[in-house]
């Protein structure tokens, strides 16, 4: 089992950056890609970035390239959201997600694990 805690959210105007963290427990997580998602109010939950195990591959939604930095750190089994020129349409609840893959997983389907998530809330 893999525990999955996030923190870092909170309520910021249009402009600022946030760096959210991403802390395991139960497991290393040099074996997990990981993602993190995120989910607004009526809409469904997207992908928001990607990275692999060893933190050489990354993918990002076309709505956060330029804006956003995944990165990883296994010796303190996290991983980070670096948010930067935050933008009113990124406010939702975010959540980190881990997946028992060697390659990049982009689909929720395809994660084993979730944190319970940190809302980002973004005002303009």
């Known amino acids: 089992q893999v525990q999955l805690v996030e923190s870092g959210g909170g309520l910021v105007q249009a402009g600022d950056s946030l760096r959210l963290s991403c802390a395991a427990s139960?497991?290393?997580?040099?074996?997990?890609?990981m993602d993190w998602f995120r989910q607004a109010p009526g809409k469904e939950r997207e992908l928001v970035a990607a990275?692999?195990?060893?933190?050489?591959?990354?993918s990002y939604a076309d709505s956060v390239k330029g804006r956003f930095t995944i990165s990883r750190d296994n010796a303190k089994n996290t991983v980070y959201l670096q948010m930067n020129s935050l933008k009113p349409e990124d406010t939702a609840v975010y959540y980190c997600?881990?997946?028992?893959?060697?390659?990049?997983?982009?689909?929720?389907?395809?994660?084993?694990?979730w944190g319970q998530g940190t809302q980002v809330t973004v005002s303009s």
């Open positions: 997600a881990a997946a028992y893959s060697t390659t990049l997983s982009y689909r929720a389907v395809d994660m084993d694990y």
């Open positions: 139960g497991r290393r997580l040099s074996s997990y890609g």
């Open positions: 990275i692999s195990w060893s933190g050489s591959s990354t």
